[in-house]
């Protein structure tokens, strides 16, 4: 009996958005755990121009060379299914699943409404505490109103939220653009960052506590890990996550109840459902230090894939190795339709 050949995997990679390197270090990682018995991997990188590389310049994209090439319009070879291994704007937030459903091409992750829902920090919020789902407290300051008055918008809200506080850019990840602010000057100068990478920010309270995160893998029986625990030396910048190597991650997290793991588990499930994600997600959370109370700080639908990434090593906890976890996720996404979502 002839065996079947391998499934055509596209991986797309790289991007315009500011997390473009970390995609890239995603995507080796996939490339590198993806049974070549049982796909093939056709590499489909993007520029940080956003031009489409042929498969060659791909592949120089993606040893860290230069592609040699500035790419095209987006060109989709002839695949089974799509791997969007791409991280914040332009990749994660519905443009390029939208596409993918118009083609009606199978992809890995969760559709366009999905993906939309989860990468705007503060939509997510408005969904989930409107399902009763307990988020930390938020103000949203649009570029416009900053422009026209940066001290009076800086006061109101430094009252609103009290100091210390955080400001977030709505639509990244990897704590780009991301700032604490302990008093009304830093305030203003983090709102001035964050708002470069997008027509509104949000801001919000610190929250003493522990950072947990959780990883969910889609399908008709979903798995959900058990919490992994991030600890900063203060806060969890871009530059502990991929840098400097400061933070320790705790896979799976340690002293905490059954019951609470439970709890968390199912609000992570909820969390799931309620902004409709497929296929997979990592779902953060806070445990308040003085209160024991756990809110959901923000939803990613396509988390790190690099080795040392929190999601892949959960996984690897819950007894799913990387290539058995790539191989669900295409499968998922061969079988599911995207049109229903």
């Not at 993007?46 to 230069?66: H, V």
Request: hydrophobic share 40%; proline share 6%; glycine share 10%.
């Amino acid at each position: 009996m002839t065996a079947a050949p391998p499934l055509r995997v596209a991986l797309l990679f790289g991007g315009p958005s500011a997390e473009h390197e970390i995609s890239l270090r995603s995507a080796r990682a996939v490339a590198h755990h993806l049974d070549d018995k049982s796909y093939e991997a056709v590499l489909c990188g993007i520029t940080q121009g956003g031009g489409w590389l042929s498969e060659e310049a791909s592949a120089r994209l993606l040893a860290g060379e230069n592609p040699g090439e500035e790419g095209t319009r987006p060109i989709l070879p002839d695949v089974d299914c799509v791997f969007p291994v791409l991280h914040g704007p332009y990749g994660e937030d519905g443009k390029v699943q939208g596409w993918l459903q118009m083609l009606n091409v199978p992809f890995v992750g969760s559709a366009a409404k999905g993906s939309v829902l989860g990468m705007d920090k503060s939509l997510t919020k408005h969904m989930l505490r409107t399902e009763g789902v307990l988020v930390a407290s938020w103000t949203d300051v649009f570029y416009r109103d900053f422009e026209e008055n940066p001290e009076g918008v800086a006061k109101r809200v430094g009252e609103e939220r009290g100091f210390p506080c955080f400001v977030k850019p709505v639509s990244q990840g990897s704590s780009v653009g991301i700032s604490r602010a302990a008093n009304e000057a830093e305030l203003r100068t983090a709102l001035e960052l964050a708002l470069k990478y997008g027509r509104y920010a949000m801001v919000e309270p610190e929250i003493k506590g522990r950072e947990l995160e959780v990883a969910v893998l889609g399908g008709e029986d979903p798995v959900v890990t058990v919490p992994g625990e991030v600890r900063p030396e203060e806060w969890y910048t871009y530059e502990a996550k991929y840098e400097d190597d400061t933070a320790d991650l705790l896979v799976p997290a340690l002293e905490i109840h059954p019951n609470l793991v439970k709890g968390i588990q199912d609000i992570a499930l909820n969390v799931f459902r309620i902004l409709h994600l497929r296929g997979l997600a990592r779902v953060d959370f806070f445990l308040e230090k003085s209160t024991g109370r756990v809110y959901v700080n923000e939803v990613n639908t396509m988390p790190g894939f690099t080795d040392i990434s929190m999601y892949p090593q959960l996984m690897e906890h819950t007894g799913i190795p990387f290539p058995e976890l790539l191989h669900r996720l295409i499968d998922h996404a061969i079988n599911e339709d995207h049109e229903c979502s």
